[in-house]
């Protein structure tokens, strides 16, 4: 049996939720490198991260700040840390008005996974476009489908080029839904039958 996984994203249309906004160092200087948290590999951030309340609202177990960092509540960490220790890194944040521990989840992994074909789309950047430095690299994915067959021992992963996805095994999914997390979303990327 083949299984599944889903593309773990934050629920943009919750009414009334919260926005966080750009993480920023324990100084509250805005950190020049934010997109280290989300690059599918390790970071070596030393310090705790400070992260600002954009709009105020409903705070979330699981919600995005600037550049789509995942932000984490304690008994979603938990999750993370029991099912695929290998597979990520939490870096404490503090959020102002918040009591409760949030983290940064840092999946430090990216597989050469995605499936062009079984997928709707998978389109490349080309000389053409005029940035040589992402020739070869996606441009956009939709429907996007992975090979399993391919991940290894990863569970917990960005796919390579195209790491705006964070992408989690079922059993992740339904340790998620059973704490009732707020703020998730989850759309199947597993193989098509």
Same mark, same amino acid.
């Given at each position: 049996?083949?299984?599944?996984?889903?593309d773990?994203?934050?629920?943009?249309?919750?009414?009334?939720?919260?926005e966080?906004?750009?993480?920023?160092?324990?100084?509250?200087?805005k950190?020049?490198?934010?997109?280290?948290?989300r690059m599918? /590999?390790?970071?070596?951030?030393?310090?705790?991260?400070?992260?600002?309340v /954009?709009?105020?609202?409903?705070?979330?177990?699981y919600?995005?700040? *600037?550049?789509?960092?995942?932000?984490?509540?304690?008994?979603?960490?938990?999750?993370?840390e029991?099912?695929?220790?290998?597979?990520v890194?939490?870096?404490?944040?503090?959020?102002?008005?918040?009591?409760?521990?949030?983290?940064?989840?840092? *999946?430090?992994?990216?597989?050469?996974?995605?499936?062009?074909?079984?997928?709707?789309?998978?389109?490349?950047?080309?000389?053409?476009?005029?940035?040589?430095? /992402?020739?070869?690299?996606?441009i956009?994915?939709?429907?996007?489908?992975?090979?399993?067959?391919?991940l290894?021992?990863?569970?917990?992963?960005?796919?390579?080029?195209?790491?705006?996805?964070?992408?989690?095994?079922?059993?992740? /999914?339904?340790?998620?839904?059973?704490?009732?997390?707020?703020?998730?979303?989850f759309?199947?990327?597993?193989?098509?039958?």
């Open positions: 049996m083949v299984s599944r996984y889903f773990l994203t934050d629920d943009v249309y919750l009414e009334g939720r919260w966080l906004g750009h993480p920023r160092d324990t100084q509250g200087v950190l020049d490198n934010p997109w280290q948290f599918g /590999k390790p970071s070596s951030w030393l310090e705790r991260v400070r992260v600002p /954009k709009i105020p609202g409903t705070a979330l177990d919600s995005h700040a *600037a550049f789509s960092i995942p932000v984490v509540t304690s008994r979603v960490a938990s999750i993370f029991r099912l695929a220790p290998n597979d890194q939490l870096f404490p944040v503090d959020i102002e008005g918040q009591p409760d521990d949030f983290f940064i989840l840092n *999946a430090i992994r990216r597989v050469n996974c995605i499936d062009d074909e079984a997928s709707e789309e998978a389109r490349y950047w080309t000389p053409g476009n005029g940035i040589a430095e /992402k020739v070869g690299t996606y956009s994915v939709w429907g996007m489908r992975i090979d399993t067959s391919r290894g021992s990863a569970r917990v992963f960005r796919p390579l080029h195209w790491e705006v996805a964070l992408v989690i095994p079922e059993d992740i /999914k339904l340790a998620l839904e059973a704490i009732g997390a707020t703020g998730v979303q759309k199947d990327v597993s193989p098509l039958r």
